[in-house]
């Protein structure tokens, strides 16, 4: 799929999609837990529609509803299940733990580059505990047998979804005695652990931490709260806000918590730091087109947010150095390459790093073709460089965005005939 997008000028308001990350989070320990669960979501995406076919894989059943989804438990847990994880890193990293735990024999079917993206250390600790996983790389990932014991090691450096795994997994052991997992060295992106460890809480499992250890409680239970909401996505709004920024006119975003654990929220602050113009209110955020200036950003804990930053920053005054980035390079694609290639085709001056990116700003860039390089985040930011350009973009492969934010492409097209 192409789109072309004629020097766009949106405006106007939108509501913020919601958030994926915390939609996974839910569904799964809604699937896990004592009773039903209505789980308000007004929309969904390939990622959620893929945890929602693995968790009905495993025995539980997940309707549509108007406003969400009805979550009915796991009941009888199947011999054999096929899983298909579509390319969602965080359905199969996830999930992996889950079967291991319940004793499911599993074929888990993979899309795109997820073959490819690291599963080591967790597969190694998932094995000596006594699961048997198919060799690295294969696909559909074999997995059969069942984890014991109440003592877990992790590097947490490569992906907090690993240690997010774990904690879905370790309650249903029902241990005797606390389970433990010991974090060596610094976690990844920690407000994605922060997030499960609030999914975990909704669901009264409580979590403590110290000096490095997660201890979950001996018999622990996953018990409904009856009724939960997904916030919004800042993940999903950082492409508009960042529109806002650049664009001719004032984009307002509804539907966001400032007071989220998402750590994409940090896009704000990154915003005014260039000298964007924001207004908080109460649900909704405007940001305002102004003169923007280069910033130093170590985004370790956003690493999503870097491709459509990274645009906003090649149309700001002096130069943007982003550290901290290299696991951008085990996404979807890598997105440190791609956000350069496709930048660099625009006509911005970007360089690539080990870690990170070296933009500098200019006026305007020329325009001219793009390939999405099958990732939602990359075509998302070739729409926020559009903004910029005195020639139309054409975008190769638009339909990444159905990832993440299938309704991307109308929700722009909407925004553009509000004059």
């Not at 888990?108 to 505990?129: F, I, K, V, Y």
């Not at 690493?303 to 645009?311: E, F, K, S």
Request: glycine share 10%.
């Amino acid at each position: 799929m192409q789109v072309t997008l004629h020097t766009p000028a949106p405006r106007g308001t939108l509501p913020s999609f919601p958030s994926k990350s915390e939609a996974h989070r839910y569904l799964i320990c809604a699937a896990l837990a004592d009773m039903p669960t209505h789980i308000v979501c007004a929309a969904s995406n390939d990622d959620i529609d893929a945890t929602i076919s693995c968790l009905c894989a495993m025995g539980a059943s997940i309707e549509r509803t108007q406003d969400g989804f009805d979550v009915t438990p796991i009941k009888n847990i199947p011999d054999t299940a096929t899983m298909d994880c579509g390319e969602s890193g965080s359905t199969l990293r996830f999930l992996l733990p889950v079967i291991c735990a319940l004793g499911t024999k599993a074929q888990l079917h993979l899309h795109g580059r997820l073959p490819a993206r690291p599963l080591s250390p967790l597969d190694t600790l998932l094995s000596e505990h006594g699961a048997t996983l198919s060799p690295k790389g294969s696909n559909p990932l074999e997995v059969s047998g069942k984890i014991s014991g109440n003592d877990f090691s992790i590097v947490g450096g490569i992906s907090s979804q690993f240690v997010s795994g774990l904690l879905f997994a370790l309650p249903l052991l029902d241990l005797d005695t606390p389970a433990t997992i010991r974090l060596i060295g610094k976690i990844e992106s920690r407000p994605y652990l922060d997030m499960t460890l609030s999914a975990l809480a909704a669901f009264g499992i409580a979590v403590r931490e110290q000096d490095g250890v997660l201890t979950i409680p001996a018999h622990a239970r996953f018990t409904s709260p009856g009724t939960l909401t997904v916030g919004g996505d800042w993940s999903g709004a950082a492409p508009w806000l960042c529109m806002g920024a650049v664009g001719k006119h004032p984009l307002t975003v509804t539907g966001l918590d400032t007071a989220s654990g998402q750590g994409d929220k940090a896009i704000l602050s990154v915003l005014s730091d260039m000298g964007a113009q924001i207004e908080v209110r109460e649900n909704a955020i405007t940001v305002t087109p102004a003169p923007l200036r280069g910033i130093a950003l170590n985004a370790a804990n956003i690493p999503d947010l870097v491709p459509v930053i990274a645009a906003t920053a090649a149309l700001a005054e002096g130069t943007t150095r982003i550290t901290g980035a290299a696991r951008l390079r085990i996404k979807e694609s890598d997105r440190l390459a791609t956000t350069t290639a496709v930048l660099t085709a625009l006509g911005a001056d970007v360089r690539e790093t080990d870690d990170g990116l070296v933009i500098v700003g200019k006026p305007a860039l020329s325009g001219g073709f793009v390939d999405a390089y099958g990732d939602h985040r990359i075509a998302m930011t070739a729409a926020v460089a559009a903004l910029g350009c005195q020639a139309p973009v054409t975008i190769e492969g638009a339909q990444a965005v159905a990832k993440s934010y299938p309704t991307f492409w109308e929700q722009l097209d909407l925004l553009c005939q509000t004059h």
